[in-house]
């Protein structure tokens, strides 16, 4: 299966790129293939910006403009119609990390319910997605998370991030728009588990609006997912679930390693793709429960999906199935599905450029830390520049 050539059409997959901006993509990934240069990179934008030096035109004619939408929703519009002129919708993606105040977490749950008032005026957009920590403090996940006892007023600070998640899976349900919640750091992950599985009983009882994430990186996921469907079938609740392989590895290792206690993460890329295989299989094998959205840039997932899917009369725009890669990535993965008719979604981020800079520094380390991943980016602008020559 995995020597079909589905994803090597390269004119579909770039056919909203103009030259300049194949040109663009083409030094960007250059740039991130080179480990050395992205730590370089990363330090002086972060010291530029901090300095306030003028940098942020050359960040939004680069890097920002190639992985983000825009600075905010209306920004965004031109880039969401163009893709959804090829079928492909968009899922808006707030990225604006690391702010830790009760201001920021209501403006943060503000954001998200414009987000899906403006996704319910756009066919375009029928996802949308927020991180837990986006709601409410990292340490207090945690503490939930290890069954220690809340003080009064770490008590109300909870109840508060539940009534944003409320707020924000109420309205989603309401105006029948799907909504993702990211998996994040294992310390913190159980609680969220618990609140998300706690909206997904309240709001999937007839169909599937709240997604939780399975970070399938982590070696004890599959039984997590085994778990959880048990339960949504005894509560008769529908599951929704987007997988990934997953965005801290380093930072988990280190911490296990630090607080010597056995590592969440997966001992090889290997078994990590055959934990995420599974579980695709497993939920695909059970769709009349669970709804899933496959986050992957692995073209060997994929095939295994689109194979699964066959086998099991799946039809290729099935609702409780969907596709989704990160917005200027993985280009030959995302059009060409949606040539052939499956549901594919791109994760767009936006934000103003200062704040997103976190984010897309995250996205060029891991390009330079997954195996193949800019090496096949590459390849294909190449073969595409080619092909563009000859026509």
């Known amino acids: 299966m995995s020597q079909e050539n589905t994803f090597d059409n390269t004119a579909v997959a770039f056919a909203l790129k103009s030259d300049s901006e194949l040109e663009r993509a083409y030094f960007l990934f250059k740039m991130i293939s080179k ?10 934008t972060n010291f530029a910006l901090k300095v306030n030096l003028p940098v942020e035109g050359l960040i939004r004619a680069t890097v920002f403009d190639h992985f983000c939408g825009g600075v905010n929703e209306s920004d965004c519009e031109p880039v969401i119609d163009k ?14 990390e690391g702010k830790e105040t009760e201001t920021y977490f209501e403006a943060a749950k ?19 997605v927020f991180k ?7 340490a207090l996940y945690q503490k939930k998370g290890e069954g220690r006892a809340f003080s009064e007023k770490e008590q109300e600070e909870w109840n508060r991030i539940v009534e944003r998640f409320d707020a924000v899976c109420k309205l989603a349900k309401e105006k029948e728009i799907e909504v ?44 997590f997912l085994r778990a959880s469907h048990e ?19 380093e930072k ?3 911490r296990a390693e630090e607080k010597d206690y056995k590592s969440p993460i997966c001992d090889s890329k290997v078994i990590t793709d055959e934990n995420f ?4 299989k497993y939920i695909l094998s059970h769709l009349d429960d669970i709804s899933i959205f496959i986050g992957t840039h692995n073209e060997e997932s994929t095939y295994i999906a689109l194979k699964m899917m066959k086998e099991l009369n799946i039809v290729k725009n099935d609702s409780r199935v969907w596709f989704g890669q990160l917005y200027g990535m993985s280009d030959h993965i995302s059009f060409n599905l949606s040539k052939l008719g499956y549901n594919v979604a791109k994760y767009l981020p936006f934000g103003p450029v200062k704040d997103v800079m976190p984010y897309l520094i995250r996205r060029a380390e891991e390009n330079t830390s997954v195996a193949g991943q800019t090496g096949r980016e590459l390849a294909l602008l190449k073969k595409e520049r080619a092909r563009r020559k000859l026509v």
């Not at 893709?83 to 604006?96: P, R, T, W």
């Not at 837990?132 to 990292?138: A, D, H, I, Q």
């Open 35 to 44: 480990q050395p240069l992205v730590r370089i990179g990363a330090a002086a």
């Open 83 to 96: 893709m959804y002129s090829k079928g492909v919708s968009s899922v808006l993606d707030f990225s604006v």
């Open 110 to 128: 503000d954001k998200i319910i414009r987000i899906i008032q403006f996704a319910k005026e756009k066919e375009a957009i029928p996802i949308v």
């Open 132 to 138: 837990p920590t986006g709601f409410g403090r990292f």
């Open 180 to 223: 993702l919640i990211d998996a994040e750091e294992s310390w913190m992950q159980d609680a969220a588990d618990e609140l998300v599985e706690d909206m997904m009983r309240k709001y999937n009882t007839d169909g599937t609006i709240v997604y939780n994430t399975l970070q399938t990186y982590r070696w004890d996921r599959f039984e």
């Open 231 to 249: 339960r949504a079938k005894a509560e008769g609740f529908s599951l929704g679930l987007k997988i990934v392989r997953g965005a801290y590895m």
């Open 252 to 254: 988990e290792r280190e």
């Open 277 to 280: 295989n599974a579980c695709l």
